[in-house]
């Protein structure tokens, strides 16, 4: 059973690059969120996808989007890098049970560390 | 708004002491679940718990135990005879209930890392 995957597992970039980072989910999973986690802190919401739509976004500039393929899985997009965008980046992957909420856990991939220069 | 409060910034233990894990939270909404995750160096997410706002029935998992109390809004977590594997930082969550309007996004405690000496 393959568990939430993410690539790259690193990344360097320079200020007011774009990057593009992706997610596969757990298998049976239908639904991505994702999460940046700053040095020392705990992981911050970004935003959800499902069926194929951003379901709700966190405290989060344009600068982030995201978009969800038919396959589940996902990509995270982050343009005009700041330093403050350095992180570990986190997809986790979960079910939505009836009536389109979440009736299970999420599962975290290993994450991305962006390195912003 | 949701709040998760681990107040413990970093707990240091020998190996085969008991430690304990805080974890206070603040939610406007009737029933929700709360998580412990575990951090390892590695940086991915282990899942270790989920408890329902409505039980609130502890539970003894091995050398695992969680303590969930609605009236003081604490789900803290303990770990019996530590080992050095167990060194992580470890998190508590919270999301709201299946229904809610949140979608089950997880709000996050500032996390405890806690080392283990042999």
């Known amino acids: 059973d393959a568990g939430v995957t993410q690539s790259p597992t690193h990344l360097i970039k320079t200020r007011g690059q774009q990057v593009t980072l992706r997610c596969s989910p757990k298998?049976?999973?239908?639904?991505v969120s994702w999460y940046q986690q700053a040095l020392g802190q705990g992981p911050q919401f970004i935003f959800q996808y499902y069926e194929e739509e951003e379901r709700q976004r966190g405290n989060f500039p344009d600068r982030f989007s995201g978009h969800q393929f038919p396959n589940y899985s996902s990509e995270l997009n982050v343009n005009a890098l700041l330093l403050g965008d350095s992180a570990l980046y986190l997809c986790a992957s979960s079910l939505v049970r009836a009536g389109g909420v979440i009736g299970e856990t999420q599962y975290f991939g290993p994450g991305t560390r962006l390195l912003v220069l | 708004a949701q709040k998760v409060t681990q107040a413990q910034t970093e707990i240091s233990v020998v190996e085969k002491e008991d430690v304990t894990l805080d974890c206070v939270y603040e939610t406007r909404d009737t029933t929700y679940y709360l998580f412990w995750y575990k951090q390892p160096p590695s940086g991915e997410l282990v899942f270790l718990i989920r408890r329902n706002s409505f039980d609130e029935q502890n539970e003894i998992s091995g050398r695992y135990s969680w303590n969930f109390q609605k009236s003081t809004s604490s789900f803290n977590f303990t770990i019996t005879a530590s080992q050095v594997v167990d060194s992580a930082v470890y998190f508590c969550?919270?999301?709201?209930?299946?229904?809610?309007?949140?979608?089950?996004?997880?709000?996050f405690g500032q996390g405890t890392i806690l080392t283990v000496h042999p």
């Open positions: 298998s049976g999973h239908d639904t």
């Open positions: 969550a919270l999301s709201d209930y299946a229904g809610g309007t949140s979608y089950g996004k997880l709000t």
